[in-house]
Nanobody
Framework: QVQVVESGGGLVQAGGSLRLSCTAS????????MGWFRQATGKEREGVSC????????YYSDSVKGRFTISRANAKNTLYLQMNSLKPEDTGMYYC???????????????WGQGTKVTVSS
């Protein structure tokens, strides 16, 4: 059974930092592209960043480029998202998911976690 669990969310002031983690079990982690998505209240889910199975390829949405860094530790089946210079518009529920494709489209992803909440106060 596949399990995906995000952690590391919380309340932070604008300009602060958070590091999200996502641990996946029950799947060959190093065979999958992993992605981070977020969803603010009343808005559609947005692809934030993704990383290739070997960790060498990364993608960032324009809204987070230069502030967020995605990484993975395949030996630990863990995905990370370092978020710096946080803004109130970064507030939302953050999810990680896996894909057999190189894509940031949510429809390409299976095995989603329950999410971790990030709140950035102004």
């Amino acid at each position: 059974q596949v399990q995906v669990v995000e952690s590391g969310g919380g309340l932070v002031q604008a300009g602060g930092s958070l590091r999200l983690s996502c641990t996946a079990s029950g799947l060959p982690f190093d065979d999958f592209t992993m992605g981070w998505f977020r969803q603010a209240t009343g808005k559609e889910r947005e692809g934030v960043s993704c990383i290739s199975a070997d960790g060498y390829g990364t993608y960032y949405s324009d809204s987070v480029k230069g502030r967020f860094t995605i990484s993975r530790a395949n030996a630990k089946n863990t995905l990370y998202l370092q978020m710096n210079s946080l803004k109130p518009e970064d507030t939302g529920m953050y999810y990680c998911a896996s894909s057999k494709l190189w894509s940031i489209e949510a429809t390409a992803y299976s095995y989603w976690g329950q999410g971790t909440k990030v709140t950035v106060s102004s």
